[in-house]
């Protein structure tokens, strides 16, 4: 009995792997098992070598080792017998790929059987070279496969075509050896062939551009002739698939034809009738259908413009969207998404169902159809996509609301017709998703709002009806406060009422308590809060009558434990206590933001784009450091073109608040000599004298004058840094913060101390040294400038430096300027390094280095250790 054919040994073996309960027990079992093969195969055990490969197939596939059996495949193969070939094959497949060196072993046997008088032992090689062939095995057997694409059998012309596939993706210069034996298959009428031939020529016209053009001008009749009996054939069971013939041919066919028309008009000209046909007569209610409409479609889109061909493939498209199969609707709407370029028009009348597609269950096409809905939106139809949009983002699931919300933003921003539109949806999506706004677009609201001037009344009328019902969604919450800061006596007065507003009764209690609910909100953040406070000190000087109300409330934030609000409570209510002259100034309105300049700040086409932070930010072309402006915008509009700040305190006080501190004249006989801009300012702030000012309790709005204090803010968007030096004639005292805002800056910027440069390592080809710096207020962090120098006449290739410290030190590593090091000296490379000492005064820096590099074409390899930093560092 043939112990293979009984397969009573691989039976036994695959029962006992599949019997064990443990992953031990079926190591054991395949280790006995590999043992018993490594003894066949050391005794040259020719009757069992194909049963023991069988089983080491078996055993390769539940991801064992088995490569030691590698030689074992091609003794079978050299084999005389077919069952032995074909055991061998199937192994030379699954234990060996492409890169092993031992399949170059392999080459003469399948050289032989290519040549092989028995077609089953030719279709094995060719199944096997198919699968493995590598770059050299395509050039040495090429010409053999070449010849088998005109064998008599039709199963070996099959495979030799697949195999020929193969061989032009390894070997593309062979391309060329194939063109006509592969056009001769297009004129099979065995499908299989058929089939092989047209995926060959496909793959042959995307290769090689002379094969695409004999393939267009010898062929293009040929496939749409084939294309259309395949179209109108009856009804044959050797290739029926849900009353479609062959729809794999169909989708091949197609593929083919969208190459060779791509770029060719006259291509496409012969091919749009069939394309028609093929598009009108095929059934979309079966799988096989839908496959042979959908690559149609794409072969429409692809070959060059017929106006009506695409409107039918858009129309075909537009079905697949009421179909039930979500992955049908999903590359509908991916093949529209490309369509839009082509056609938009056609694409548009299947707005409404597009639009059902947003609110599908399945997340995927929700996402998808918001971006081609995105897409569609134009001048015409923004108003109803919006509304539709914003009429779903009521109901729509938290997880879309993001994408959603930040797609509708988008096209009201873009195709908004008129600034009361544009503002009345900007307030629907704040009231329905004001959490998933980024902040943006409430900026950039505000700076439309400060730009409608005659909409300022109806505006912050909207936004009270909103905040009343809406007072949870947290950009809502900001834009109302900074409004009803802005324009809350518009609110109280009604002012601005029009023809479409209903009216409302709002006391200027009212408008307080919607600042105080917001900064009293357990969900607000620093900057509502923040806003809030701004808002409530300029409610003080236009609602007279609840003075004393804000000021209750503003008190309450004195010992708050975020120190931004503790900050400003301090500050205003000494504005609110000590200033009544200069309040009603220091809080007038904002002027109106330039809409222009914020819009290009945002897009980034200016140098001083807007800072998403809330300090200010002052953007320099150059690069250059330059004091900043004495008046910042809010929003960091300010141009870099500003008026510089003017030299003395008194100027920028004028400036800023409307107060004239020249020196007056003095006065005969008045006793009191005139004030400088400096005692004005501390006369201002109530800190006394300059002379008194270093013993005195200083009560002012925040007591700092070194100058580091953090910026205090002036309105609710972005903070205003005023700073200046002030000479007068008292002496050199320092100017007081006004606000936190005056301070003495310095004349120059503070490089830190020079520390000396180091020779790292110096050898009769090499030099390294170190040169070290430091940022002023961080002495633990030493930043090296590592420079190499070649002292040797030969170039150094693939230089590398290594470094490493010990566990007190952290080291970061920048890449070098270069890996190659010249010659002579007549250039370097230069690395950063970053140390950190965390024992920085009590331990000194070490480390030890590492150079590589090649030199001639030789590793050189050089290592030390370096003791002799500087030991201020």
Not at 55 to 64: E, P, Q
Request: proline share 5%.
């Amino acid at each position: 009995m043939n112990p293979f054919s009984s397969g009573t040994r691989l039976r036994d073996m695959i029962r006992a792997i599949r019997a064990s309960k443990t992953a031990a027990e079926e190591r054991a079992v395949v280790r006995k098992e590999c043992a018993a093969i490594r003894a066949a195969i050391n005794e040259n055990d020719q009757d069992y070598r194909h049963r023991n490969l069988a089983k080491l197939m078996f055993i390769h596939m539940l991801g064992y080792p088995t490569h030691f059996g590698q030689m074992e495949c091609l003794k079978l193969i050299a084999s005389p017998g077919f069952p032995e070939k074909r055991i061998g094959y199937l192994g030379l497949m699954l234990l060996l790929d492409e890169r092993q060196e031992v399949l170059m072993l392999v080459t003469n046997s399948l050289k032989q059987d290519l040549n092989h008088t028995n077609q089953y032992i030719v279709g094995l090689a060719l199944c096997a070279l198919g699968n493995i062939c590598s770059a050299e095995m395509a050039r040495d057997l090429a010409p053999e496969v070449e010849r088998l694409l005109q064998f008599r059998d039709p199963n070996i012309r099959k495979k030799a075509a697949l195999c020929s596939i193969r061989i032009i993706k390894k070997v593309p210069d062979l391309a060329e050896n194939f063109i006509n034996s592969a056009t001769a298959l297009l004129r099979e009428k065995h499908h299989g062939v058929l089939i092989t031939g047209v995926q060959l020529c496909t793959d042959l016209c995307k290769i090689s551009p002379e094969a695409l053009e004999h393939v267009r001008k010898k062929c293009t009749d040929v496939l749409v002739r084939t294309l259309r009996d395949l179209a109108n054939s009856p009804y044959s069971p050797e290739y029926d698939i849900a009353g479609i013939t062959d729809p794999f041919l169909h989708i091949r066919l197609l593929k083919l034809l969208r190459v060779l028309g791509e770029g060719d008009a006259d291509a496409s000209d012969s091919m749009n009738d069939i394309l028609a046909q093929v598009a009108t007569k095929t059934e979309s209610n079966k799988v096989a259908g839908n496959a042979i409409l959908y690559e149609c479609v794409q072969t429409i889109m692809s070959i060059e413009d017929n106006g009506g061909l695409r409107v039918l493939a858009i129309n075909s498209l537009g079905r697949f969207l009421s179909n039930r199969d979500n992955n049908i609707r999903y590359v509908a709407l991916n093949m529209l998404m490309k369509a839009v370029t082509a056609d938009g028009q056609a694409v548009q009348r299947h707005r409404a169902t597009i639009l059902e597609c947003v609110k599908d269950s399945d997340a995927s096409i929700r996402k998808r159809a918001l971006e081609l809905v995105y897409v569609l939106v134009n001048e015409t139809n923004v108003k109803p996509l919006a509304k539709e949009l914003i009429d779903y983002l009521e109901v729509s699931e938290n997880d879309f609301r993001g994408d959603l919300t930040a797609k509708i933003c988008s096209i009201v921003s873009k195709f908004s017709p008129e600034k009361i539109w544009y503002i009345d949806q900007m307030l629907k999506v704040l009231s329905e998703a004001g959490n998933y706004v980024k902040d943006e677009v409430w900026h950039a609201l505000i700076v439309v709002i400060t730009n409608a001037t005659e909409l300022h009344g109806y505006t912050v009328r909207a936004l009270y009806r909103a905040f009343q019902t809406s007072a949870e969604q947290e950009s809502l919450v900001r834009v109302t406060v900074w409004c009803i800061g802005e324009y809350g006596d518009l609110l109280v007065n009604n002012v601005g009422m029009l023809d479409i507003e209903d009216p409302i009764t709002v006391t200027e209690s009212d408008a307080v308590d919607v600042l105080e609910i917001a900064i009293k909100r357990h969900e607000s953040d620093l900057t509502t809060k923040a806003m809030a406070l701004v808002a409530l000190l300029k409610l003080s000087s236009r609602f007279p009558s609840c003075s004393e109300r804000i000021k209750e409330i503003i008190v309450q934030f004195k010992g708050n434990l975020m120190l931004e609000l503790q900050q400003r409570a301090i500050e205003f209510n000494s504005i609110l206590a000590k200033h009544q002259n200069i309040r009603s100034t220091l809080v007038e309105r904002m002027p109106v933001l330039d809409e222009a300049t914020f819009i290009g700040r945002k897009a980034g086409s200016l140098p001083g784009a807007a800072s998403t932070t809330t300090m200010p930010s002052v953007g320099i072309p150059n690069g250059e450091a330059k004091p900043a402006a004495p008046l910042i915008d809010l929003l960091d509009l300010s141009s870099d073109d500003a008026p510089a700040p003017s030299s003395s305190g008194g100027d920028l006080l004028h400036d800023l608040l409307g107060v004239d501190l020249s020196p007056a004249p003095q006065q005969s006989g008045a006793g009191q000599p005139s004030k400088s801009g400096t005692d004005v300012l501390l006369d201002l702030l109530s800190v006394g004298s300059p002379a008194q000012s270093s013993s005195s309790t200083v009560d002012i709005l925040t007591s700092n004058t070194n100058g580091k204090s953090p910026v205090s803010p002036l309105d609710d968007i972005s903070s205003l840094s005023l700073s200046s030096r002030v000479n007068s004639n008292a002496g050199a005292a320092p100017m007081m913060d006004l606000l936190d805002g005056f301070g003495p800056s310095p004349s120059k910027e503070n490089n830190g101390p020079v520390y000396p440069s180091i020779t790292a390592y110096e050898s009769s080809s090499l030099r390294l040294t170190f040169s070290f710096s430091k940022q002023p207020g961080n002495p633990e962090t030493t930043n090296i400038q590592a420079t190499f120098t070649n002292l040797s006449s030969n170039v150094y290739t693939d230089f590398v430096f290594q470094a490493a410290v010990p566990k007190f030190l952290q080291l970061h590593l920048d890449p070098a300027s270069s890996n190659t090091l010249p010659a002579a000296g007549n250039g370097s490379v230069t690395q950063s390094l970053k140390v950190t000492n965390s024992q920085h005064g009590k331990k000194n820096l070490v480390m030890r280095i590492r150079i590589a590099y090649k030199l001639n074409g030789k590793d050189t390899l050089v290592e030390g250790q370096i003791n002799n930093f500087p030991r201020e560092l």
